[in-house]
């Protein structure tokens, strides 16, 4: 049932002495109206500028912007492009063209592992946010544990066909004339074409066979040495999640993979998100060992592996059950947030929100690696937040809508 979140939103504390350093996305020449999924439409009215604070992003102003934040991907690009285009933001011709205007799109990690179609997703989103960017839109990204440990080198959960995506990308980098934005924008459409060629040729030697098995050994050695050179810190996939928060807060939400707390917060968001990125782009190098930020990445209590939030024990005491909710409420009142939205822990019956609505879980374990379930999206407009789960729902007005003053 939904419920009337009474928390009231508090000024974001300054990360530093200093005064942050400001972007803003180009806004479009003229008003759009965008479309939400409840049969109502969001007039742009010439809409301010996104302003965004921190490298990477970690304070983003997006007035008057329909929000949207999806789960975790793993590796499922027919599963990503579907949650996209239920929500409206991708075209569904095949051509992966952004329509949702001026909306922003926050995806909450965790596109590595279990699935054979990551980069694609990396690529996808990545052209994305360039063609939002062009409509006064935006596309942000907070990474999760599996891509910080695909950065540690650690491929325990990596698929088998991951690997061979990994060695067909490094050989598609290195032969291209383009930089690397052209070239990484580019890859989703030319995996699918590589992929189906794959396929072909594996269909053509028929099933297990000697010749097949011994391609296999080999491209899986070569699978292994490219996935190490592309996400080691410092290497060229590396530095592509660099890009990327741990922790996210926009207008008076705040996002991360899997959950975020009080001490978080005292150290620093900016901060984390800071050190991180300089580990993954191999600039926290300590006697040839990376100095790896443990408070965000490492621990079940780190920002990526913290699962406080969303884990529902059916003999949970009640008073464990209030000790969880007064953490939340510390954590939003010192990030100065209504509420959170995380992923990381598949939530089987869908999107849904706890403890007065001040944390909604999105992970829904959509991935066919993961649960395979249908895709779901939570939708934020003028703090409003509601799930949309099929396109069916789009033109539905008996959905519950949760409220927040």
């Known amino acids: 049932m939904a419920s009337l979140c009474l928390m009231n939103s508090l000024p974001v504390p300054p990360s530093s002495s200093h005064s942050p350093k400001l972007t803003e996305t180009s806004l479009p020449p003229s008003p759009l109206v965008l479309h939400s999924n409840n049969n109502h439409s969001v007039s742009a009215r010439a809409l301010k500028p996104i302003v965004v604070s921190g490298d990477p992003p970690t304070f983003v102003s997006a007035p008057g912007r329909r929000i949207l934040a999806v789960g975790d991907l793993h590796g499922d690009l027919k599963q990503a492009r579907s949650a996209l285009e239920m929500a409206g933001v991708l075209s569904s011709d095949g051509q992966d063209l952004w329509t949702g205007g001026e909306t922003v799109l926050i995806q909450v990690g965790d596109i590595l592992d279990r699935g054979e179609e990551e980069i694609a ?10 063609q939002a960017k062009a409509k006064g839109g935006a596309v942000f990204q907070v990474n999760g544990n ?56 594996n269909s053509y030697w028929g099933p297990w ?8 050994l080999g491209q899986r050695q070569k699978g292994v040495i490219a996935r190490s050179i592309l996400f080691r810190p ?28 009080p001490h978080h917060v005292a150290y620093g968001i900016e901060k984390m998100n800071k050190e991180v990125s300089e580990w993954m782009r191999g600039l926290r190098q300590n006697d040839s060992t990376p100095n790896i930020p443990f408070i965000a990445t490492r621990g079940y209590d780190s920002v990526v592996w913290n699962r406080l939030y969303s884990r529902d024990a059916p003999d949970l005491v009640d008073y464990q059950d209030k000790q969880v909710c007064s953490v939340l409420e510390e954590t939003l009142q010192a990030v100065g947030a ?16 706890k403890y007065n609505c001040s944390i909604w879980r999105v992970d829904v374990g959509m991935s066919s690696g993961v649960l395979n379930s249908r895709p779901e999206v939570l939708e934020i407009i003028d ?6 789960r099929s396109k069916r729902d789009r033109y539905s007005e008996e959905l519950q809508v949760v409220a927040y003053t």
């Open 121 to 130: 997703i990396l690529s996808l989103l990545r052209s994305l946010d360039k």
């Open 146 to 201: 599996h891509e910080t440990m695909n950065v540690e080198g650690d491929f325990r959960y990596v698929d088998s066909g991951a690997f061979d995506e990994c060695n067909d990308f490094l050989e598609y980098v290195n032969d291209s004339e383009d930089g690397w934005e052209e070239t990484f924008t580019g890859w989703v459409d030319v995996f699918e074409r590589w992929k189906e060629q794959r396929t072909m040729s």
């Open 209 to 216: 066979n000697l010749v097949k098995f011994s391609n296999y």
């Open 234 to 261: 410092g290497g060229p996939l590396a530095r592509e999640l660099a890009r990327h928060a741990v922790v996210l807060k926009v207008n008076d939400w705040v996002f991360c993979h899997g959950g975020l707390l």
């Open 338 to 353: 209504k509420a959170m939205v995380v992923g990381h822990t598949p939530q089987s019956i869908g999107v849904n929100c």
């Open 383 to 388: 703090d409003k937040a509601r799930v949309i």
